[in-house]
Every structure is written in C-alpha cells, then in structure tokens.
C-alpha cells in the first residue's frame, strides 16, 4: 500500500514537472512545479535560486558516492545546493555536514536549513535541505532526487535534527 501511494506521488511528482515544461518561460516552470508538487507560490518562496537548481536536479538518480547527473547521493546534493547556490564550501558527508552545524527545532526550521536523519542506525545517516511547509529536497536511494515530507512516516521516523549552517542563512 505504502509504495503504491508512494508510486503514485512520484507519478505526480514527473507529470507536475511535465506539465510546467509546456510554457517556455523559466520562471512559469519552476512557478508551476512549485505550486502543484508543493503548494508554494513563487511570490512566496525567498530563494528563487535555490528552487531553481532543485527543480533541475529532480529525477536525479541516486548513486552512492556520486556528485554529478549521472547520478548522485544525499551529501553530495546537499554540497552542490550549498555550493551553487549558497556560494558555501561544506563537508562531503552527512556526519561532517551536521557538526558544521547549529542544531534547530522542526519547529524553527527555514528554507535553506539541512535536516537530518538516523536511518536504521545511531549516526546520521542521510541529509536533505529544508524548503518550508514541511518539504525538504533529497537524493533518495530509492528515487533519486527528489522532494518529501517530513510527515511521511518514513521521515517521520528516523527525523534526528534540523541544523543551521554556522554563520550562514541567518
């Protein structure tokens, strides 16, 4: 049952950003993906760059210690995000990204924030970026980049902590 919703929310996911691609301009693109995926308007979100480079990674497949679009990883995503978009040097592993952080609630999380997970382990397993309204883009082993809840019950469970790059995003 989990996977069939979960297919059929990725199934969503592909046809949103087709249905975006059918207007020419960019903007219209990420602005139509953006309000179907994710119920954000344009107007509301404060890093147009940031959805910018999410939006042309999605799809992404995952390949563990990879860092371009053949395929890529959790860390490695998150590194190209800060990267590109931030202009920020972070570390190349979940680990070392969260002790170049500040810990933050779920409930003071912000867009550009990182978020953590212990996924069937006692370290940090997995890193995602945070974009509001409970969404955090990711490279899923499952389905490569892509964008989920923390409400999911997956996140849900294994959610460790939300983190602030020290000295930046404040």
């Known amino acids: 049952m989990f996977l069939a919703l979960f297919s059929a929310a990725q199934a969503q996911t592909a046809d ?11 903007d219209n693109l990420i602005s139509g993906y953006l309000s179907q995926v994710m119920g954000v308007a ?11 480079f999410i939006y042309d990674w999605i799809g992404t497949p995952y390949r563990f210690g990879g860092s371009s679009r053949k395929g890529i990883d959790c860390s490695g995503f998150t590194k190209e995000i800060y990267s590109k978009v931030f202009n920020t040097v972070i570390q190349r592993n979940s ?12 409930e003071n999380l912000k867009e550009g924030d990182l978020v953590f997970f212990k996924i069937k ?14 969404r955090f883009a990711h490279a899923s082993t499952s ?15 294994y959610f460790y902590k939300g983190g602030r790059l020290n000295g930046s995003l404040d």
């Open 143 to 157: 389905n490569g980049v892509t964008l989920s809840s923390l409400e999911e019950p997956y996140y849900k469970r």
């Open 16 to 26: 949103a950003k087709k249905e975006a691609a059918k207007t020419e301009d960019p």
């Open 95 to 106: 680990r070392e990204i969260f002790s170049m952080t500040t810990p933050v609630s779920r």
């Open 42 to 52: 344009l107007s509301a979100t404060s890093n147009l760059k940031l959805y910018q």
């Open 121 to 134: 382990s006692r370290s940090i397993t997995h890193v995602g970026i945070y974009l509001g309204n409970n």
